[in-house]
């Protein structure tokens, strides 16, 4: 009995290994496949069969998109909003989290109502959009940042975590004369550190793969990042609808026909060169990615 | 009441940027809500549009409206019936991994797609289902079939949406069972050995009731978004030649409002899909009270 269960057991474990071996080549085969069709001469990898492996060999289609202004100015988009976009929303949502956790602050519920209502009820896109015109946000790179400045989720993950920590050594601080600023910054960022990581990674990778913001606030090529500009290569039907100025096209028509460059080529080129980072950092930040969703799970 | 207002006014000034912020992007945007019964056009002043009273609700006549709705519901529908029990069944699968490394890795790697942006998972379809040398399609040709247009096929829409979500964030959203299996007591599945319970009776009476307060919580918050089926998702898969499925809520707002300037409209629909999302989130609210003893806030 207890050898035909072990025996059957250990078949169950052999299947589920291979269950699982299948799941996770269906995460990471997609991006081996997209890397060899992007290293591929395009007009070749158009006929099929580039599964695994580049089958003629070329840098080309790289050297395309790391020579465009397009690309380039896009990526420096993307990493400003990222930077700014994230400290700016982490300092304004904890202020605002550590002043509310004074319990006596007067008007504190009503403030907390303010803010939750915000949460149940928005006015939806366009009179936000209305606003933002109004404000004279559009069409600015600021449009990425200032509306996303204060994050009412965040604010409340914030509020419970600063909650937790031992009144005393705050009032101790007090005591020694130290002021509101003076405690949030020497008291309760240095022990809210992995709760700021992880609010500020999530943060970041919201930045990162924005396009909405990107395609519909701002008209101004100059202004966008770059999943933006890969929403916009993704339904262009030839290349230099999307890439670079005259004098660009020119050259990546001459390039393009030189080097059997094809558009898929290139998107497959451009889609690399957008995931690349965040397929570098992942394994350095999953802990604390993890440690995010556990922290805004438990309702405070 | 004036001293305990000096005494916080540091606290009010930390709260202040936050409480501005809210006001210029959520409650101002409330307020705008007014031009759905107004004749708005941009560049005008909304206060100066003349009201028109429920003019701008005669998209509830239209059944192009109506095929809209239906959109939205047979997505998310299909999205809650695969979406919901698939992280459930992979954390139990994950569970019964022995081998603690492989465990590991299996969770990072399945974490990994929430990261990527719709586009790249737009991105990633494009370059397996085109018909200029995609893998499927040279496939299917190799054996002998006719190439499909996936991308542009009005049957395969909904599939590539459903299969895409499940890719994107099943694994993510295996974090919070996992979580909730560590906390079941391991003496009772000791127990259940000396009993002489198999691994199926264990995962039956032990892990699913283990974790169903979790479940019970996932399903209940997972209620106010039925109505929003994602546009980040929908829009980059989106074509004139799928768009008779393809078009949900959120992408109607979008075409009518931002790419061709009825903004009256495209608010009216915006605050339909509001006010029934606010009664989701209370009816929600109500439910979580009856079963959880609490409220979500």
């Known amino acids: ?300 | 009441m004036l001293a305990r207002l000096v005494k916080y006014r540091w606290q009010y000034m930390m709260i202040l940027p936050g409480v501005v912020l809210l006001f210029l992007f959520s409650y101002v945007p409330m307020f705008g809500i007014q031009i759905a019964f107004r004749d708005f056009r941009i560049g005008t002043s909304m206060w100066e549009s003349p009201w028109v009273g429920w003019d701008n609700f005669s998209f509830l006549k239209e059944p192009q409206f109506w095929v809209v709705v239906q959109n939205t519901l047979w997505i998310s529908a299909f999205k809650f019936i695969f979406g919901f029990p698939a992280p459930i069944l992979l954390a139990l699968m994950i569970n019964e991994i022995r081998s603690s490394i492989f465990k590991r890795f299996v969770q990072s790697v399945s974490y990994l797609p929430h990261f990527f942006s719709w586009i790249v998972v737009a991105y990633i379809l494009q370059a397996f289902l085109t018909m200029d040398g995609g893998m499927v399609n040279d496939m299917i040709q190799k054996s002998g079939g006719e190439p499909i247009f996936f991308l542009g096929s009005t049957e395969w829409f909904r599939p590539m949406v459903i299969g895409s979500s499940l890719w994107k964030e099943t694994g993510w959203n295996t974090i919070l069972y996992l979580a909730a299996i560590t906390t079941i007591d391991p003496q009772l599945y000791e127990a259940a050995k000396v009993e002489g319970a198999g691994k199926w009776a264990q995962i039956r009476y032990i892990t699913l009731p283990g974790i169903l307060p979790t479940i019970s919580i996932v399903l209940i918050l997972s209620i106010p978004s039925l109505i929003t089926v994602g546009m980040d998702q929908i829009y980059p898969l989106m074509n004139t030649a799928n768009m008779a499925v393809a078009d949900v809520l959120d992408t109607y707002v979008l075409r009518n409002g931002l790419q061709q300037g009825y903004f009256s409209i495209a608010t009216a629909v915006g605050l339909l899909s509001s006010v029934i999302s606010l009664i989701l989130v209370l009816v929600t609210n109500q439910i979580s009270r009856k079963m959880n003893g609490e409220g979500l806030w």
Request: aromatic share 12%; glycine share 8%; charged share 10%.
């Open chain 1, 1 to 300: 009995m207890g050898v035909m269960r072990s025996r059957s057991e250990r078949w169950a474990q052999v299947v589920l290994i291979v269950v699982m071996l299948l799941i996770c080549a269906s995460v990471i085969y997609p991006f081996l496949y997209m890397l060899a069709i992007s290293l591929n001469e395009g007009a070749d990898a158009a006929k099929g069969g580039v599964y695994l492996w580049p089958r003629s060999f070329t840098l080309a289609n790289y050297e395309i998109v790391l020579g465009n202004e397009v690309i380039r100015h896009a990526y420096l988009v993307t990493i400003a909003r990222t930077i700014l976009g994230t400290l700016s929303s982490l300092l304004i949502t904890l202020l605002a989290a550590y002043g509310l956790s004074y319990k006596r602050l007067p008007f504190r519920a009503p403030i907390m109502t303010y803010i939750l209502i915000t949460m149940l009820f928005s006015g939806g896109l366009i009179p936000l959009y209305i606003q933002l015109n109004h404000l004279g946000l559009l069409n600015t790179f600021w449009v990425f940042i200032i509306p996303g400045m204060f994050s009412v989720w965040n604010m409340f993950v914030m509020l419970k975590f600063v909650n937790g920590i031992p009144e005393a050594l705050i009032e101790s601080a007090e005591l020694d004369g130290s002021g509101p600023f003076r405690v949030l910054f020497s008291i309760v960022v240095p022990l809210s550190k992995p709760m700021l990581a992880a609010l500020g990674l999530f943060t970041a990778v919201g930045h990162w793969n924005d396009w909405f913001a990107g395609a519909f606030y701002v008209t101004d090529q100059q202004l966008i990042p770059v999943q933006t500009f890969l929403q916009q290569l993704l339904s262009a039907s030839d290349i230099s609808a999307v890439i670079g100025s005259n004098t660009n096209q020119e050259a990546l028509a001459r390039d393009s026909a030189m080097q059997n460059i094809t558009l898929m080529s290139i998107k497959m080129a451009v889609v690399m060169v957008s995931t690349l980072p965040i397929l570098c950092v992942y394994p350095f930040l999953q802990k604390y990615f993890v440690k995010g969703v556990l922290i805004g799970s438990v309702k405070g």
